[in-house]
């Protein structure tokens, strides 16, 4: 197993404590098991160092606790737009809600959502809003808030899951190429949160996902984001494309989902780099939203490793 993490301090000179400001990269070759099947025992124990690591060491439990309140409702915001092959996998999402109920947190309080239901089922999850079990929704099913939420440059009505019920929330991305933003990794994923997300794709996404990310429902409830690299993709993205998707065999874990997304997006570009493709900037699409997050008008992390 191979582990290794990245440190700044924050654009300003304001230094934010060392655990938010910490990229950890955890991968091991043993996570995979045949071509796009995975061993839940060794994504859990990459989940587990992953977090030692990002806290300082520490049991994953007491992580989990210091995290989160057994009186926590806990959105975990998955991306399935790809269907099966890269999607939000499975075993990374288990893992995550048998940490969380280490923390005394309820099944009935851990909702799985995304912006579809058919994207869920696509991606192999079972939509469920069964009484004293995990639940498992799209916002096609939830509903979006009434009102419409005007912030920045964004007019938008936003899931119930977020507006109304989480007091938390954990954002499960995958690490990928996307071909309008340049990537899509844990900011650009809470596109998935509102109605109108094509309405924003102009200019490479830039500012309209950090105006996003920058609203205290989501700035304010995000606890931790976990980027699914089990599988990433170089070219090609949003939908799975084989041809450019690559087995990273790891997992990206920060509570700074600027920084994640920095160190994302250069892994991408050395992969580009590697098979002979041009960079993102070259091709028109770089992705700009992540510089102008850190920016001192939205403050919400580091983009500066």
Known sequence: MFSKWLTSAAAGGCAPSLSRARVVIVQSDSVRTTKNRFDAKVVEKVLDEGLRALFHGGTSTSIWRQLFSSEDVVAIKLNCIAGRGLSSNKEVVRAIVSGLRSAGVKSENIILFDRMGQDL???????STVRG???????DRI????DLLMHKSIGSMVSRVVSEYATAII???????????GVSIGMKNFFGVIHNPNKYHI???DPYVADLCSHPWIKDKLRLTICDALTAQFEGGPPYMPQWAWPFNGLLISQDMVALDYVGWQIIEKKRKQAGLKSLR????EPKYILTAADQDHRLGVADL
């Not at 509903?143 to 009434?146: A, E």
């Not at 690490?175 to 309008?180: A, P, Q, R, T």
């Open 133 to 139: 079990q995990v639940r498992c929704v799209g916002n």
């Open 143 to 146: 509903g979006y808030s009434r």
């Open 282 to 285: 070259e091709v028109g699409r």
């Open 121 to 127: 089922r696509r991606a192999g999850y079972r939509i």
């Open 203 to 205: 200019n490479a996404c």
């Open 171 to 181: 954002n499960v991305p995958v690490l990928k190429d996307h071909g309008i933003a």
